[in-house]
Every structure is written in C-alpha cells, then in structure tokens.
C-alpha cells in the first residue's frame, strides 16, 4: 500500500485540536466546571443580591482569555505554522512497512521505526504517531485509495504501538 497526497491547513487544524482534547473524562469534569463558573458569573452579574466585588471581573477575564486563546490564537497560530513550514505543503509518499512508515518527499526520504512510536490517535480525518508526548508525525486519512487501506494502517498500528 502507498500513501500518497499533500498536507493541507485542515489537516494541520484536525490534527492541533485532537492532540489538545482530553480525555473523556477530564473533558467532563472541565465542562462541569465550565457550567459551574458560568452559573456563578451569571449569578454575580444578575443577582439581587449585593456586588461580590472583583471576583466577577476576574471570573469573566479568564473566560474572555480562554475564549481568545481558543478561538483565535490557536486557529491562527496553526495557519501561520501552516505557510511557515513549507515542506508540509509538498507532496508526501509514505508506505507501510512491517519495520515502519517510510516517507519519501522530492527532499528527501525517512523512516519512523514503529518501535519508536509512543503512542497514537485517530479521528475522524487523521492518525497521529506520537514519538513524544507533544512530538507528530500526521497521515490524513485522505491519503488513503480506500476504507480498507485504512483499516489496514489502523489494524498495523494496533499491532505496533499503544494508542492514546
């Protein structure tokens, strides 16, 4: 099986945000405390009950940070990323080996030993190999002739590495 295409922007987006997300249950929590502080704002803000002082403003400038953070910096952080690093904008050919992913470019060729992967993730568009906790190396699953590639890659990886 050969692995062919280009990265693009979405990709590089996909790939930000699932290394980002928590685990289920720390995405749980977080948005139960997330509801919570919403609830309190609300309160501090609509209540009748007398002004708590600063502890409001401070509640909704971290929710304005992180909202900013979120939604603007780490969407444009990943374009600018994206038109920096130009050889992720070149065709890339990998192919699946029994040893690992080999990647050929017009640059050069790699090899990324399975044994050295951390670990991986998949979602709906993308794998990711891990060969350190905040190290990647990204396959979109539009590199792919078919569901059965896929299946394949997947069943490959399974047998290789842990998954996240």
């Not at 609830?39 to 304005?64: E, N, Q, R, T, Y």
Request: aromatic share 16%; net charge positive; charged share 25%.
């Amino acid at each position: 099986m050969e692995l062919k295409g280009t990265l693009t922007e979405r990709d590089l987006r996909t790939a930000t945000w699932l290394h980002l997300a928590p685990r289920k249950a720390i995405g749980a929590l977080g948005l139960l405390v997330l509801s919570f502080g919403i609830w309190v704002l609300w309160l501090a803000f609509f209540s009748s009950k007398p002004d708590p002082g600063w502890g409001k403003w401070i509640m909704l400038a971290v929710l304005a940070y992180l909202s900013a953070y979120f939604f603007i910096y780490v969407p444009f952080w990943v374009k600018r990323q994206f038109r920096q690093y130009k050889e992720l904008q070149r065709e890339q050919v990998l192919t699946p080996e029994e040893s690992g992913l080999s990647a050929k470019t017009v640059n050069g060729k790699s090899m990324l030993v399975w044994s050295d992967l951390r670990s991986w993730k998949e979602s709906k568009n993308v794998f990711m190999l891990y060969v350190t906790d905040d190290l990647y190396h990204l396959v979109p699953k539009h590199f792919f002739a078919s569901e059965t590639d896929i299946k394949s890659f997947r069943e490959m990886l399974q047998r290789s590495a842990k998954r996240s």
